[in-house]
């Protein structure tokens, strides 16, 4: 089992760039593939990058160019650095496992508006 906090959020510009951590508990996050996950407002939680645990990455089309997942297996960190942010990507950001979910977190809230 894991457990995950997410932080880093906040209010941005168009344009402007955010780095989001998500700190699990326990060294298992070394052994499992992750994602970072958003939901918008009214919408549905949508996958928004991965990572598997040699590195590999992919990225949903919207955010492709845009936004780099990593990961820290010593200090058991998720990354997701975020440029170019654009007002769509306002959403309440959520790191787990792809499809085998962890408890969820409480996310991290991305606010982008002039």
């Known amino acids: 089992q894991l457990q995950f906090v997410e932080s880093g959020g906040g209010l941005v510009q168009p344009g402007g760039s955010l780095r989001l951590s998500c700190k699990a508990s326990?060294?298992?996050?070394?052994?499992?593939?992750m994602a970072w996950y958003r939901q918008a407002p009214g919408k549905q939680r949508e996958l928004v990058a991965s990572?598997?645990?040699?590195?590999?990455?992919d990225y949903v089309d919207s955010v492709k160019g845009r936004f780099t997942i990593s990961r820290d297996n010593v200090e058991n960190i998720l990354w997701l650095q975020m440029n170019s942010l654009k007002p769509e990507d306002t959403a309440v950001y959520y790191c787990?496992?792809?499809?085998?979910?962890?408890?969820w977190g409480q996310g991290t809230l991305v606010t982008v508006s002039s």
């Open positions: 990572i598997t645990t040699p590195y590999d990455t």
């Open positions: 326990s060294n298992i996050f070394n052994l499992v593939n």
């Open positions: 787990n496992r792809p499809l085998q979910f962890f408890p």
